[in-house]
């Protein structure tokens, strides 16, 4: 066979998908995950810690931070579906890699 | 033996949910005419565009000289040696024939390389070269179509019902010119559906349809079994 078109078709370069990319967008879900996470905290021990010994005063910068906590969470939820998805997606495309290479497997034996 | 420089391995796949091709196996070494025959609709067209990965294969490999195919991009292919050459010429109607040599220049020749191939080959091109290309005649859009397989120095020929409405005499010409560049070294995959010109020149052939060849072989093997093949009188169809 002619050897330079042989080692043109291997010299091509296959398409690697965005594996990096789902790496980076896995961890800035974790990131948000965890920040979400620890803002709530935050807002739970400052809350607590402000006790002036007036309700009214005391209620109003609670309420303040109840609005904080649920900002948390709501990130830790976003945090946890971007995750998530791109975990899945990762896992997907190796199972697919697996799944191409047991049919090449089974159609050459 | 050479590894082929087209090799199928038990090949299926379809558009949509819809299954075209059932299991192909075939090999193409260099210097191969290898000729598929079949009636319309059986398939052949898009066996064509599995080999140069315009459409994956739902299942089974596609290699090119030894290379499993799978995730790479029909340009890429194209662009080292893999020529097709489609159905309805695959020029371009509203440009010049100069402007569709130009288009030629992908796989890096340069269009002087181009042109001078072309002309010394076709010299009925070259006294039309600021002619829009959909004004040739069928024989001279052929030729347009075929300058592509000569002068980008491919190695491996894919075409695709080279005499569909063309004369007699100009498609023997044309698979004279086939069968020259196959001496040359280049594997070709012709496929057809009228079958005794293309058996002429043809080193192998095989008989697809619906989705399945049905025979292979020689082509003197084959051309008895042609009728059977065609108008259905044998348990293929």
Redesign the interface.
């Known amino acids: 066979?002619?050897n330079e078109?042989?080692n043109?078709?291997?010299k091509?370069k296959?398409?690697t998908g965005s594996n990096e990319r789902d790496k980076l967008f896995e961890l800035i879900g974790l990131l948000i995950l965890f920040g979400g996470v620890i803002l709530t905290l935050i807002a739970y021990f400052v809350a607590g810690s402000q006790n002036s010994g007036n309700v009214a005063i005391d209620s109003l910068e609670h309420n303040e931070h109840i609005i904080l906590a649920i900002f948390g969470v709501a990130l830790s939820i976003s945090g946890g579906f971007i995750y998530l998805r791109f975990s899945i997606g990762r896992f997907l495309r190796f199972w697919l890699l697996r799944q191409?290479h047991e049919?090449?497997k089974s159609?050459?034996s | 033996m050479d590894k082929p420089l087209l090799q199928l391995e038990n090949v299926s796949t379809g558009y949509g949910i819809i299954p075209v091709l059932h299991g192909i196996n075939l090999s193409v070494h260099k210097g191969d005419i290898y000729a598929l025959l079949g009636p319309n609709g059986g398939g052949k067209s898009t066996l064509l565009k599995v080999c140069s990965r315009q459409i994956d294969p739902w299942t089974g490999s596609v290699k090119v000289a030894g290379r499993l195919t799978d995730g790479i991009p029909a340009e890429d292919l194209a662009k080292v040696g893999v020529c097709t050459i489609p159905e309805g010429k695959g020029i371009f109607p509203n440009l010049t024939v100069d402007e569709n040599l130009i288009m030629m220049t992908h796989a890096s020749q340069s269009l002087e390389e181009i042109q001078s191939v072309t002309f010394k080959r076709f010299p009925q091109l070259g006294n039309k070269r600021k002619q829009l290309a959909g004004t040739l005649s069928g024989g001279e859009q052929q030729m347009l179509s075929m300058s592509r397989a000569l002068s980008t120095n491919p190695k491996l020929l894919l075409l695709d019902e080279l005499s569909m409405g063309l004369a007699p005499i100009i498609v023997r010409d044309l698979y004279g010119l086939v069968s020259h560049l196959a001496e040359e070294g280049i594997g070709v995959l012709v496929v057809e559906q009228f079958a005794r010109t293309v058996l002429g020149v043809a080193t192998r052939a095989g008989i697809l349809i619906n989705g399945k060849i049905i025979s292979e072989g020689s082509p003197n093997e084959l051309e008895d079994q042609l009728s059977d093949a065609y108008l259905g009188t044998k348990d293929n169809v």
Do not use: V
């Open positions: 066979m002619d078109f042989e043109a078709i291997q091509i296959t398409k191409i049919n090449n159609s050459k």
